[in-house]
């Protein structure tokens, strides 16, 4: 059984919008050149302080972008947090063992050039694979010696984050889609994380610039694939279109934009300590908090999307045979 401890807390961006750094990845989307990557990393240092970004280990190529980018500013390197994941490839779940999770979180130290790793988020891509929390522990194993500073939880359900808490693996965030759109966490999880002092991170809050009406019609990418498919189990265009009126009225209002009333809708979920939001080709940037937004608001923006995603959190995701977990990779992280 592990120990809680005495740390520093998680850090958190001001603004309440952390950036999401999957876009730097090449398997995302095309047009990130690695100048206009920390052209872009620059723009959002100079905005806030701490800057925090979120990438993954298996972000193809984005924790050494960040680590190359970082390492030629050592004047801000204190001012900048950057979240990571562990995600053990699908293929591995039945055999890994603690020297892997050693050799992957090492090597996102590496690649980020840290002494420590401010926060790694575990994912699992399959639950009925048992060793979930065991791997859980030798991460904890890895947080004891230093290598890690928090650890965090992305696309968890309820259950399985209340499996790792009362294993004693000290768990401080829930990474998690949500959006007016995909309102799945607000079944129980939200409640859960504040009950149980987890803080929630949430992705997905522009559906990939469907949720935006600034730079026109959103550019090609793999999040739009993946949020497309959401617009569809909640309805399709119609109530997508709905959602939006609703949301450019509500950001009218406030003389802010469409995106930054849609990240202030996920902001103002109880637990919900930041937003993550993808990094913009365009150099678009959310300001959440231009928008306040009362219980009549969130009631008339949530009627304009009446159903919500079937299930719990990435239930959906986790059938690989499914429309969701068909266009998933599960193998990108060894051998890199
Ligand atoms: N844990 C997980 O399973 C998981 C899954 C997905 C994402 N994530 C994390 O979440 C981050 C966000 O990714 P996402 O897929 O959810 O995308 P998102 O944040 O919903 O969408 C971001 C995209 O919306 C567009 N956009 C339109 N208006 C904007 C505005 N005003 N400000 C900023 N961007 C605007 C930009 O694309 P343009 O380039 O077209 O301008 C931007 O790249 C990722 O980078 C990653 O860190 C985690």
Redesign the pocket.
């Known amino acids: 059984m592990f120990r809680w401890t005495d740390r520093p807390p998680l850090r958190l961006p001001p603004s309440g919008v952390?950036?999401?750094?999957?876009?730097?990845s090449e398997g995302?989307?095309d047009?990130w050149s690695r100048e206009r990557a920390f052209a872009a990393l620059d723009a959002a240092a100079a905005a806030e302080s701490p800057l925090v970004?979120?990438?993954?280990d298996i972000?193809t190529g984005v924790e050494r972008i960040i680590g190359d980018w970082l390492a030629g500013r050592p004047d801000i390197a204190d001012d900048v947090a950057v979240?990571t994941?562990f995600v053990p490839d699908l293929d591995a779940l039945s055999t890994i063992d603690r020297e892997y999770v050693r050799r992957v979180v090492l090597r996102s130290r590496d690649r980020l050039g840290v002494d420590a790793l401010e926060l790694v988020?575990f994912?699992w891509w399959d639950l009925s694979q048992p060793k979930w929390v065991r791997a859980a522990e030798w991460l904890a194993e890895l947080q004891q010696e230093g290598i890690i500073r928090h650890l965090g939880v992305?696309?968890f359900d309820r259950a399985a984050l209340g499996t790792l808490l009362d294993a004693g693996i000290p768990v401080v965030s829930s990474?998690?889609?949500l959006?007016l759109l995909d309102r799945r966490p607000l079944k129980g999880l939200t409640e859960f994380c504040r009950e149980r002092g987890v803080t929630v991170l949430a992705?997905?809050?522009?559906?990939?610039?469907?949720?935006?009406?600034?730079?026109g019609t959103?550019?090609?990418?793999?999040?739009l694939t993946?949020?497309r498919l959401i617009v569809e189990e909640v309805g399709g265009r119609e109530v997508l279109g709905r959602a939006r009126r609703a949301l450019a009225e509500l950001a009218a209002r406030h003389g802010a934009?469409?995106?930054?009333a849609a990240v202030a809708y996920v902001l103002n979920q109880q637990g919900v300590g930041a937003?993550?939001?993808?990094?913009?080709?365009?150099?678009?940037?959310?300001n959440g908090s231009r928008v306040r937004l009362s219980s009549s608001d969130v009631a008339r923006l949530e009627a304009t999307v009446p159903g919500t995603v079937r299930g719990e959190v990435?239930e959906v995701?986790r059938d690989r045979q499914g429309p969701h977990g068909r266009i998933m990779r599960y193998n990108l992280n060894l051998p890199h």
Request: net charge positive; proline share 2%.
């Open positions: 952390i950036r999401g750094c999957w876009q730097l995302h989307s047009g970004l979120d990438c993954a972000y979240h994941k988020q994912a992305t696309n990474q998690v889609q959006s992705y997905g809050a522009l559906a990939g610039g469907l949720l935006s009406n600034a730079g959103p550019l090609e990418s793999r999040s993946k949020y934009t469409m995106a930054d937003a993550i939001v993808g990094m913009s080709r365009r150099g678009l940037m959310v990435f995701e």
